[in-house]
């Protein structure tokens, strides 16, 4: 394809993506995020997918941590091919997509993928149409964002139709986490932002976090975070990494896995939701920059 013919791709997907909303049936898409790294968030999002799943809900993981990504390794899949693949055109959406351990669909990351907002204009047709294929295929996409605050992550953050912030009770984590809320907040109006504590001592020590946090949201930023809830710290949370198994499986009766259960009950609540769709649109706004 010349690069003439790439140009004329992307503008008529852009186009096409430029009508008004209207109510069909899609993904619930959920970005999980956090203001810092080390806090489990990737974890997590793993766990959750295994967790919904299990639940009759096709689910499919994006790993969009385009510096970090490694989710595939924490389901201990052998991939040959990824995102970076996929935008490339050198793999078919087909290739990349993996059964995941759990039942839910994984679709690898890639530490070497450029940069989103420096994509060449056939790089972005094909993103914009991996993106339109997980929308059509799952009940539930959640896209694993790298963390901090960066154009990538903020990309996939803004345009999804809820946001769970990742956090621990580390003070650190915790303002990297309000830091979060607060460019989240500055940049989408009415934002869906729920806040989980992760690696909590006990649930009174996850409690004060939320309290804490919300607290400063509601005081300096005029509004409030939903309460996702939290997850206990768990030394079978460490064996499972290194036995590369969600512990949610390596160990489902576990005081972590109970909290991830408690967590996916809440999402998968809001899943069958009708909503406009909005997430291929805003991604393709933000796309053509």
């Not at 295994?50 to 689910?59: D, E, H, I, S, T």
């Not at 990538?152 to 999804?160: E, I, K, M």
Request: charged letters at 25%; a positive charge.
């Amino acid at each position: 394809m010349s690069s003439q013919d790439q140009a004329s791709e992307l503008r008529r997907m852009m186009s096409r993506d430029q009508a008004p909303d209207k109510p069909k049936k899609g993904a619930r898409v959920l970005a999980v995020t956090s203001g810092k790294g080390g806090v489990g968030k990737s974890n997590i999002a793993v766990n959750l997918s295994a967790r919904l799943a299990a639940m009759g809900r096709r689910v499919i993981l994006l790993d969009a941590d385009l510096g970090m990504a490694n989710a595939d390794v924490l389901v201990n899949l052998t991939t040959k091919a990824n995102l970076a693949h996929v935008v490339a055109g050198r793999k078919s959406i087909d290739q990349a997509i993996c059964e995941a351990p759990g039942g839910f669909q994984l679709v690898p990351g890639a530490s070497g993928l450029a940069q989103m907002a420096n994509l060449t204009e056939f790089e972005r047709a094909r993103m914009i149409d991996l993106l339109r294929r997980l929308d059509e295929s799952a009940d539930l996409l959640l896209v694993d964002t790298g963390a901090g605050l960066s154009p990538n992550v903020l990309s996939f953050v803004l345009a999804a139709d809820e946001i769970l912030v990742v956090t621990t009770p580390e003070p650190t984590a915790v303002t990297d986490a309000y830091a979060m809320v607060k460019t989240i907040s500055r940049r989408k109006e009415n934002a869906q932002i729920n806040l989980l504590v992760n690696m909590a001592r006990d649930r009174h020590e996850a409690r004060r976090v939320y309290e804490r946090i919300n607290a400063v949201c509601r005081r300096f930023l005029g509004l409030s975070v939903r309460d996702a809830g939290h997850v206990l710290y768990d030394a079978r949370v460490v064996q499972a990494v290194r036995q590369r198994s969600p512990f949610v499986l390596h160990d489902p009766d576990c005081a972590a896995s109970a909290c991830v259960t408690q967590l996916a009950h809440k999402i998968d609540r809001h899943a069958a939701a009708p909503r406009a769709t909005g997430f291929i649109k805003r991604m393709t706004n933000w796309l053509a920059g």
